[in-house]
């Protein structure tokens, strides 16, 4: 889906709600604050306040419990739940 001049991953509507994803490898120590900025521009544009930032790790040598988290973050103003795989 085209959000002004970038695209987010995926937008889903269900039951009158709107769900943004934003899809991202966790390449190093600036995808997480990249992917969180990004991502509150395009709640911005499509007037929502919460959407998902899902970081898909590949880094073979971390095992799963370092992989798997859900967090909740918040981007200027925007509420973001963070999902680690």
């Given amino acids: 889906m085209a959000v002004g001049k ?37 709640l911005d544009k499509l007037g929502e306040k919460h959407g998902y930032l899902i970081l898909f790790e590949i880094d073979a040598a971390k095992n799963w419990d370092e992989r798997i988290r859900w967090q909740q973050r918040e981007q200027d103003g925007k509420a973001i739940t963070l999902v680690g795989m």
Wanted: glycine share 10%.
């Fill in 6 to 42: 970038g695209r987010s991953d995926l937008v889903i509507y269900f039951g009158g709600d709107c769900f943004v994803l934003e899809l991202k490898l966790n390449y190093d120590s600036y995808s997480e604050p990249e992917g969180l900025e990004q991502l509150a521009r395009y």
